[in-house]
Nanobody, 122 residues
C-alpha cells in the first residue's frame, strides 16, 4: 500500500483560497488513482474529488465543482487540491486517499492519510 501525508490546511476567510498537498510514498504512485474526502463535525466523511492515474481524468462532487481543482505530479509523488471561493460549509478535516481502482477511489479507497483541518470563517 501507499502511505499518504497531507499538509496545507489552516484558517481562511470566506471567499479565500487554500491549497492542500498530499505526499505519497511506498508502492508505485503512478499506478494509483488519488482522491480527496472531507469530514465535517457531526457528519459522515464525504467524497470531494478524484484524479486518474495519468491525471487525464478528474471528477468532483457537485458541492465543489467549479471551485476546487485536483491535480497530480507523478514525478514528485504528490497530489494537490486547490480550493478557491471557500465557504464556511467547506470547513472540515480533509483526507487524501489512494486506490488502484478508479471506481473504488470515490467510495472505498485502499489507503488514507491522517487528515488536515480546513476552517473557513464567515
Amino acid at each position: 500500500q501507499v502511505q499518504l501525508v497531507e499538509s496545507g490546511g489552516g484558517l481562511v476567510q470566506a471567499g479565500g483560497s487554500l491549497r492542500l498537498s498530499c505526499a505519497a510514498s511506498g508502492r508505485t504512485f503512478s499506478s494509483y488513482a488519488m482522491g480527496w474526502f472531507r469530514q465535517a463535525p457531526g457528519k459522515e466523511r464525504e467524497f470531494v474529488a478524484r484524479i486518474s492515474w495519468s491525471g487525464a481524468s478528474t471528477y468532483y462532487a457537485d458541492s465543489v465543482k467549479g471551485r476546487f481543482t485536483i491535480s497530480r505530479d507523478n514525478a514528485k509523488n504528490t497530489v494537490l487540491l486547490q480550493m478557491n471561493s471557500l465557504k464556511p460549509e467547506d470547513t472540515a478535516v480533509y483526507y487524501c486517499a489512494a486506490s488502484q481502482s478508479i471506481v473504488r477511489i470515490t467510495t472505498t479507497p485502499d489507503s488514507w492519510g491522517q487528515g488536515t483541518q480546513v476552517t473557513v470563517s464567515s
